[in-house]
C-alpha cells in the first residue's frame, strides 16, 4: 500500500474520524512517514464532528500544526447567526495562499467574510506561521488560529480551522476558492517535487545564551561549492507562543559568498525558533 501512496504528492482529510475503520493505525502511521520521510505534504480541514479532536492520541496528531483544545468538541453552546472574515497576519499577507490581486480586486490582505464556525484550538505549535486569525477571539497563547502552515520532518502540513470555505463561492464564485487550494497544494507538494532534500542548513554558535549576550546565526549551503544569492534573505526569530519576536537580514560576507549571517541581540528571554524567510532560487524553507 505504501506503493500507491508514494504516486501522490499531497493528502487532504476533511471531516473525517480516525478512531474508526476508515483509517487504520497502520494507515495513519504510513502517512506520517509519508510527510516525515517521503517530504509528502497533508492537508487537514476542520469539521463539527470529529477534526481536529479526534485525532487526540493518534499517529496523525502529531501531523497537526496546531495543539488541539481538550475541552472543544466541536459544539458552540448556542447558534452562530453572524459570519466573520479571517485576520490574515503578517506572514499570510505575505504568502501566495492570500495573495489575491486581480485586476479587478487589487486588495491583497482581505480575506472573503463567509465563515461562521470554527474549530477552537490552543494555539499554533512552535515554529509553524500561523497565516490567518480570528479578529476577535483568542487563546491564552493569542489569537485564535484559522490557517496555519506547519512542517513535519521533510514534509509540510497545513490545518485549516473551517470547513465553510464554500460560502465564498455564493458572492465571488470560484475565484477565491480555486486560488486558495491550488497554492496549498503547491505549497505543500514542493518539498516533494524537490525530491525532499534541503540543500540549506541554518545554525547558531551555541544553543544557549545568557541575557544581554548576541546571537550569531548563519545560513549555508550542504553542497560548499556552491554559492548563496543574495536576496532579501531574512532570519525569523518567535517565541515559545509562537509570536514574532524578531526579524533581521542575512548577508553575505565581503570574502565568503557560500553563506549568509547576521547578528541580533535578544530583548527578552526564553525558548526561541528560528527560521528563514525567502530568497532560495530552490524555493526550499529551512
Known sequence: ????????????????????????????????????????????????????????????????????????????ESEITSDFSAELTREGREHPIFQFATATSPSREAVPAGWYWFARVLSAR????????????GTAAGP???????RFGRGRTFYFGSDEMWRWRQFSGEMYYDHVWLQVLRTLARNRKL??????????????YEPGQTV????????????????????????????????????AGSSDRSALSTQFVPTSTGLFTLSVDGGHESGCEV
Open 1 to 76: 500500500v505504501m506503493e500507491e501512496l508514494r504516486q501522490y504528492d499531497v493528502i487532504v482529510l476533511g471531516d473525517v474520524d480516525v478512531r474508526s475503520d476508515w483509517l487504520t493505525p497502520i494507515q495513519q502511521r504510513m502517512i506520517l512517514d509519508f510527510v516525515s520521510e517521503q517530504a509528502g505534504g497533508v492537508a487537514f480541514m476542520a469539521g463539527p464532528t470529529n477534526m481536529p479532536y479526534r485525532l487526540t492520541g493518534s499517529p496523525l496528531e502529531k501531523l497537526l500544526p496546531v495543539r488541539i483544545d481538550p475541552l472543544f468538541s466541536g459544539e458552540y
Open 126 to 137: 512552535p515554529a509553524a506561521e500561523v497565516l490567518a486569525q480570528h479578529p476577535t477571539i
Open 144 to 150: 485564535m488560529p484559522l490557517v496555519v502552515l506547519g
Open 195 to 208: 525530491g525532499g532534500a534541503c540543500p540549506w542548513r541554518l545554525e547558531t554558535d551555541r544553543r544557549e
Open 216 to 251: 550569531s546565526a548563519s545560513l549555508t549551503r550542504n553542497e560548499s561549492s556552491a554559492a548563496i544569492e543574495e536576496d532579501d534573505v531574512e532570519l525569523v526569530v518567535r517565541d515559545s507562543h509562537n509570536s514574532l519576536v524578531h526579524r533581521t537580514s542575512l548577508r
